[in-house]
Every structure is written in structure tokens, then in C-alpha cells.
């Protein structure tokens, strides 16, 4: 008969075991998910320059890659599962903050008010997105890889400097080009009486939206600022329990 000792030695191994093995399937899972997402927003890129290349014009742009936009960024969602679940170490509240604003600009504002899309702020955020994504995503499958360059490191912490004001910009911009459709058309909004007892107003929404740049913006951007002297610089940063 096996001692207790011998016992919880082999139960010790089966955990560990398990616990590489559960290690192994989500560094596999991360790196599937993050070489997709490179791809997909390589291919927008692709889209919008061939676009522009062949029009001569950004007018028709946002229609000409819609789809593709929207299936990418939707798939998006699932970062927040990934923080939700433990396979990434990063907040679910910020995560699901930066997530959900950029499906909400696809979504509920520049797919579902056509008068809008062709606007340049449009165009601003898009190449501001793709941009961005493109480096974020590939720094992450070679960081998965062990095999990080050092010119995405670089720019992974660098251009955010500038492109992420950039987009702020141009998603504010959008929304403010969007507010008087939506006030003309009343859209999405409900108002009383009816049968829910429920009143919306679609334009008061926006302009909180707006507001709510106000202190959300400096928040994550200093947020990546600290990464930055953490990764580039090498500074210990000392986080803050919330």
C-alpha cells in the first residue's frame, strides 16, 4: 500500500501535469487567435489602400470593407473572455472598456447611420485602427513565440504616442458629424408613453458617450505610458490595488 506521503506526491505531479497542459492549450489558443487577428487586419489594410489606389477617393471606403470590419472587430470580443477567464492577465474592466467602444463606433454609429460614412473622420479612425492593431496583435503571437523583434516592441510602445490621440480624435469627430441624424431621425430612442414605461433618447446618449472621453481617455493612455517605461526603459512599476 502506497503512503499518504507517496500519495500526495503523485497527486502533486497529476496537477502540475494538468496545469501545463491547460498552460500548453492556451498559449496554443493565443497564438491561433492572435496570427488570425494580425491576418484579418492585414487584409483591411490591403483593402483600404487597393481602394484608394484604384478610386482616388476615400468616398466609399467604410461601404467597400464593412463586412470584414465588422466580423474582426465583433471577434474582438473575445479578449474579454480571455481576462475573464485567467489565459491573459490583463483587467476585464479595461479590456471590456476598449473592446466594446470600438464595436459600439462599428456597430450603432458608423454601420447604422449611412449619412455619416463617408466623412473623413471616418477614414481617420479606420487607418488609426488598423494601424494599431496590426502592430498590437503581431507583438503578441512573437511575444507567444518567444521571438519578439525588436522594431514591434518598439513600435508596439512608441506610435501609440500618437496614434491613439489620433484615433480619439477621429471617433469623437464621427460621433459629433452623427448627432444631427440622429436627433432629425430619432433613432434608437423611445419615448413616452409606451408600453415598457421606458424613455431613451438615442442624442442625450452620444453626447454622455462623448463626455465620458473626458475621463476615460487620459486614464488608458497614461495607462500605456506606464507600460512603456516598464518595457522600454526597464522602471518598476509598482500597480495600485483597486
Known amino acids: 500500500m502506497a503512503s499518504s506521503e507517496e500519495d500526495g506526491t503523485v497527486e502533486e505531479k497529476e496537477n502540475n501535469n494538468k496545469k501545463r497542459s491547460k498552460s500548453a492549450i492556451a498559449i496554443a489558443w493565443l497564438t491561433f487567435y492572435n496570427i488570425a487577428m494580425t491576418a484579418g487586419w492585414l487584409v483591411l489594410a490591403v483593402a483600404m489602400m487597393r ?22 472587430q465583433t471577434f474582438a470580443l473575445l479578449e474579454v473572455g480571455h481576462c475573464a477567464i485567467g489565459i491573459v492577465r490583463t483587467s476585464v474592466i479595461v479590456t471590456g472598456v476598449q473592446v466594446c467602444s470600438r464595436i459600439f463606433m462599428v456597430w450603432f ?22 494601424m494599431t492593431e496590426i502592430i498590437r496583435y503581431s507583438f503578441y503571437t512573437f511575444n507567444l513565440l518567444n521571438h519578439l523583434p525588436y522594431f514591434i516592441k518598439w513600435a508596439r510602445y512608441n506610435l501609440f504616442l500618437i496614434l491613439y490621440p489620433l484615433g480619439v480624435a477621429g471617433e469623437l469627430l ?15 430612442s423611445m419615448r413616452l408613453p409606451n408600453k415598457y414605461n421606458v424613455s431613451f433618447d438615442y442624442y442625450i446618449f452620444l453626447i454622455i458617450v462623448m463626455l465620458s472621453y473626458i475621463p476615460l481617455f487620459p486614464q488608458l493612455y497614461f495607462h500605456m505610458l506606464r507600460q512603456r517605461r516598464k518595457m522600454l526603459l526597464g522602471e518598476v512599476i509598482v500597480e495600485k490595488d483597486d
Open 174 to 188: 464621427t460621433i459629433y458629424a452623427a448627432l444631427p441624424y440622429v436627433r432629425r431621425s430619432a433613432m434608437y
Open 109 to 130: 454609429i458608423t454601420n447604422s447611420i449611412r449619412q455619416i460614412q463617408n466623412e473623413e473622420s471616418v477614414v481617420l479612425f479606420l487607418v488609426v485602427w488598423t
Open 51 to 72: 481602394f484608394y489606389m484604384q478610386k482616388g477617393t476615400h468616398k466609399g471606403l467604410y461601404k467597400s470593407i464593412a463586412r470584414t470590419l465588422k466580423f474582426f
